[in-house]
C-alpha cells in the first residue's frame, strides 16, 4: 500500500485498474538539441507509486528546481496501480523517463529484461555511497551494477508506545530481545495486554507478520543469513528462519500478550491496530511498525496534534545484531543519454537537502536516505527521532518480502503468516509450504 509509504500492498492492489493513476502535471516530450550533441527534453515524465499528502510534497519539493531550470515535469502518481501500469506502459515500449519503484523485486525484473539503465556512469556512485543510509543502495544492485538510488525511505525496525501512560508506569525502554520479552511480561502481570497487533490490509493482509519475522531474522541471524534468505539460498525452514517464527509466536501467540488475544490479529487492521493504546486505562503498551504510522489515517488527529506529548518511539531491540530493517521509493532511469532526464535524476538522488518541502511541516512520512539531511526540517520530534535511528545504524536492509520473487513475498509469505497467526496451519507446514512456492527458475 503506497499511498501511505507502505510498499507491501501496491502488488496486489496493483490489478484493480490502470485507468486510475494520475497526472499531476502535464506537457509534451518535446526534445532538443544539447551541447554535448544528444537529446535535452523540454518535458520529463516521472512516474512513481506514492499519492495524497507524498505526491504533493514530493512535487513541492521538486518543481521549484524544475522552474529554475527550464524543465517542466509530468508528474504520473499511481498509489494503487504502480506495477501494472509500468508494466504495461514497459510492454508498450512507452516508459516514462524516471522510475521511483517501491519494490526493489519489480525494479530487478525490469532490469533482467533489460528495460533500464545502470546508473553507475550517470550518477555520483561514490557520493551516494558515502552520503545514503548505508546497505540501501544494495537493495537496487544487480551483478555488479548499481540500478536504482533512493529518494526517499522508510525505518520499520521501531515500537510505539502511549508516552505518558508509559513513564506513569514506570517503564523503561529495552536495549535487548530479552529485556524486551522481560517488559513484555511485566506489562502482562500488572493486567495489561503488552502488544497491540494487526495484519488485516485488504487483499494484502498478512504483510505487517512479514515485517516481524524479517525484523526478527536480521536481529537474532544477521544481515548475511537476511541476505542469503532474500536470495533464496537461505530456506525458510532453515533453522536461523524457523528461529525468528518461534520468537514471533512466543509474542503474538502468547495468551494474554495481544490485544484481542492471538486470533483477533488476522482480523485488526494494520491502520487501527496501535488506536488502543491510547483508551482509559490503555488496551496496550506497545505496537511495532513502520514510521508512516505517524501519518493521516493510523492514529487520531487528537493524538497526532500533540504527538511527540502523546507518542513515544524506540528502536527495535537488538539481538546479536542491529541492523535495521527498512523499505522506500529507488528512482531508475529508462531514458538514456538525455541531458535534463539526467539532471532530474540527479536532482532527486544526488542533492541531500532534497525533500524539505516533504519533509515539513506537516507529517508527509518523509525520511530523506542522506544522513546528512538537515533533521530540523522535518516537522516533529518524533520523526527527527526516527531518522536518527536510520541515520546512526551500521547497516540498514530492504523490506524481504518486497525484495523476494513476488510468488513468495507477496504472494505464500503473507499468507502464510495469516494462516499461521490463525492456528490454520502450523509453523513446519507454513514454512513448507512457503519453501515450495519458490520459483524454480
Known amino acids: 500500500m503506497r499511498g501511505m509509504t507502505l510498499t507491501k500492498a501496491t502488488a496486489v492492489a496493483g490489478a484493480v485498474a490502470v485507468l486510475t493513476s494520475g497526472c499531476l502535471s502535464s506537457g509534451d ?3 532538443s538539441g544539447d551541447k554535448s550533441g544528444g537529446t535535452a527534453k523540454t518535458t520529463v515524465e516521472v512516474m512513481f507509486g506514492f499519492g495524497g499528502d507524498q505526491a504533493a510534497g514530493f512535487k513541492e519539493s521538486l518543481e521549484p528546481w524544475a522552474k529554475t531550470n527550464g ?3 509530468k508528474y504520473v502518481s499511481a498509489p ?5 501500469l509500468i508494466r504495461s506502459r514497459v510492454a508498450g515500449n512507452n516508459p516514462p523517463d524516471i522510475g521511483i519503484f517501491p519494490q526493489p523485486g519489480l525494479l530487478k525484473d525490469l532490469v533482467k529484461q533489460n528495460k533500464l539503465q545502470p546508473l553507475d556512469d550517470v550518477l555520483d556512485m561514490a ?19 548499481h540500478y536504482g538510488a533512493p529518494v526517499d525511505i522508510n525505518v520499520k525496525s521501531l515500537v510505539f508506545y502511549n508516552k505518558p501512560a508509559f513513564t506513569a508506569a514506570g517503564y523503561e525502554i529495552p536495549t535487548t530481545i530479552d529485556e524486551l520479552m522481560a517488559l513484555s511480561d511485566k506489562i502482562k502481570a500488572s493486567g495489561t495486554a503488552p502488544w497491540c497487533i494487526g495484519l488485516e ?32 539460498e537461505t530456506k525458510f525452514e532453515d533453522p536461523a528462519i524457523k528461529a525468528a517464527f518461534d520468537t514471533y509466536a512466543k509474542i ?3 495468551k494474554g500478550n495481544v490485544f484481542g488475544g492471538a486470533k483477533s490479529i488476522v482480523s485488526s487492521s494494520f491502520q487501527t491496530a496501535a488506536n488502543p493504546m491510547f483508551t482509559t486505562p490503555p488496551g496496550c503498551f506497545l505496537h511495532k511498525q513502520g514510521n508512516f504510522v505517524t501519518q493521516k489515517g493510523f492514529l487520531s488527529e487528537a493524538i497526532r496534534a500533540k504527538i511527540d506529548t502523546n507518542l513515544g518511539v524506540f528502536a527495535f531491540p537488538k539481538g546479536a545484531f542491529d541492523t535495521v530493517e527498512g523499505g522506500g521509493d529507488s528512482a531508475a532511469l529508462f531514458t538514456k543519454g538525455d541531458a535534463n532526464v539526467t539532471k532530474v535524476l540527479k536532482a532527486i538522488t544526488e542533492d541531500p537537502t532534497f525533500g524539505g518541502a516533504w519533509a515539513g511541516p506537516s507529517d508527509r512520512g518523509f525520511i530523506s536516505p542522506h544522513k546528512d539531511f538537515d533533521v ?10 526516527i531518522a536518527k535511528i536510520a541515520y546512526t545504524t551500521s547497516g540498514i536492509r530492504f523490506d524481504a518480502s518486497d525484495s523476494m520473487p513476488a510468488e513468495v513475498g507477496n504472494g505464500s509469505f503473507w499468507k502464510g503468516m495469516i494462516a499461521f497467526t490463525s492456528g490454520q496451519q502450523d509453523e513446519a ?3 513448507k509450504k512457503i519453501d515450495e512456492s519458490w520459483p524454480k527458475s
Not at 507478520?209 to 533464496?232: F, M, N, S
Open 127 to 145: 557520493k551516494l555511497q558515502s552520503s545514503i543510509v548505508p546497505g540501501f543502495l544494495d537493495s537496487t544492485t544487480v551483478g555488479d551494477k
Open 376 to 385: 530540523s526540517k522535518y516537522g516533529n520530534e518524533t520523526t527527527r527521532s
Open 29 to 31: 516530450s518535446t526534445s
Open 201 to 232: 490490509s485488504g487483499p494484502a493482509s498478512g504483510w505487517p507478520g512479514t515485517d516481524w519475522i524479517e525484523e526478527l531474522v536480521l536481529k537474532q541471524a544477521g544481515p548475511d543469513v537476511y541476505d542469503k534468505w532474500v536470495a533464496g
Open 252 to 254: 503474538a501467540l502468547t
Open 71 to 73: 524543465i517542466t515535469i
Open 80 to 84: 494503487d496501480t504502480f506495477q501494472t
Open 429 to 431: 507446514t507454513t514454512l
